[in-house]
């Protein structure tokens, strides 16, 4: 089992910035893609960054160039950098973990960042 813990979501204005983090912990496999995904309100969870272990990253294309996700293997942490936020941006993050070798999925509970005018 994995367990994911996310951190750093908040209320920030239009234009700034945060950085949310996700720490996994328990039995972590070693070929993995970790990521962020959002939930809007009345929307549908979506991909915004994922990033394998190998280092290879994917983005959504409404957040390329503002927002950046890195990870550090050695601390089995990932970290999502949200630069000029804007009002769509507003959602509930979820960190998630795939095990590329059994296809389990493991999520975070979530944290919210709202961004306002």
């Known amino acids: 089992q994995v367990q994911l813990v996310e951190s750093g979501g908040g209320l920030v204005q239009a234009g700034g910035s945060l950085r949310l983090s996700c720490a996994a912990s328990?039995?972590?496999?070693?070929?993995?893609?970790m990521g962020w995904y959002r939930q809007p309100p009345g929307n549908q969870r979506e991909l915004v960054a994922n990033?394998?272990?190998?280092?290879?990253?994917i983005y959504a294309d409404s957040v390329k160039g503002r927002f950046t996700i890195s990870r550090d293997n050695t601390k089995n942490t990932v970290n999502l950098q949200m630069n000029n936020l804007k009002l769509e941006d507003t959602a509930v993050y979820y960190c998630?973990?795939?095990?590329?070798?059994?296809?389990?999925?493991?999520w975070g509970q979530g944290t919210q960042v709202t961004v306002s005018y």
């Open positions: 990033v394998h272990s190998g280092g290879i990253t």
């Open positions: 328990g039995s972590i496999p070693s070929i993995n893609n």
């Open positions: 998630r973990l795939f095990d590329g070798k059994s296809g389990a999925l493991y």
